[in-house]
């Protein structure tokens, strides 16, 4: 579905260290089929497979969804929009750019309504000779923010600066899922590993600005492959993918109801 939602153009360099890849939709998918995918993409980010089956059993399906909403879910508008791009922008690390992402970072909120601290995502490329380690800088907009790019490039340089403690975290919870790739992603806080540095720029069409990139190029100081993301309706989309999320689990029983 992804794949086939956002459609990239030819990348370009822009200034002497920003590579651009510009991704955006023709309007041709099916609008209740993007808006499943999203709300289960957006779900599975928030709640794990086993938390989710004991949240079935424990509270049933008419519940269900009331529980995600307090519970899981942000209200606040401008955290459901950051959570979403970062959803997305996981989504297309992991399936477009084949990306190892093995944590999602939203599981581990505190409070719905507050960001998780530290790398939005982190992503691997562990067969390379030596690791690739990514953790790109998110950034989603509704209105036109003609700095949102080197806030991007600010954040990204603090988080990189941190990147071993994001690492550990990962490796933490990899140990907790019992998962083989712990101790490879472990290795590389001995053994070492190379950097990409990626932003992701999520942001309404209709408010876009090329000026965005211009000052973005002009504030990279070191390589940074930069996606930028144009959606018409940005905001309606974050809604309904919501929506969707919370609907999800109601019609993932009837499937299982079916066989």
Known sequence: MLERWLTAAEPVTVGENLGLRRMSTDGSIDEPALDAWLGHELLRNYVGPGELDVTFRDLGLPEIADHLAKHKFPTDDIVQTGDFGEALGGALFRRVDRWCVPVLKLRFKHRP????????????????????????????RTKKELNVGVKATQSLQQVLDDLPSSIQFIVARLIEQ????????????DEGYEVERHIVLVHDDEQWDQRIVERLAT???AHTETTVIRLAGLRQIVSRAYAAAMADPARTARRRAEG
């Open 113 to 140: 309504n507050q960001p998780v601290q530290g790398a939005d995502f982190v992503a691997f490329r562990l067969t390379r000779t030596p690791p690739v380690v990514a953790a790109p800088e998110v950034k989603t």
């Open 178 to 189: 019992g998962s083989a790739l712990a101790h490879r992603v472990a290795r590389l806080l």
């Open 219 to 221: 504030a990279v100081s």
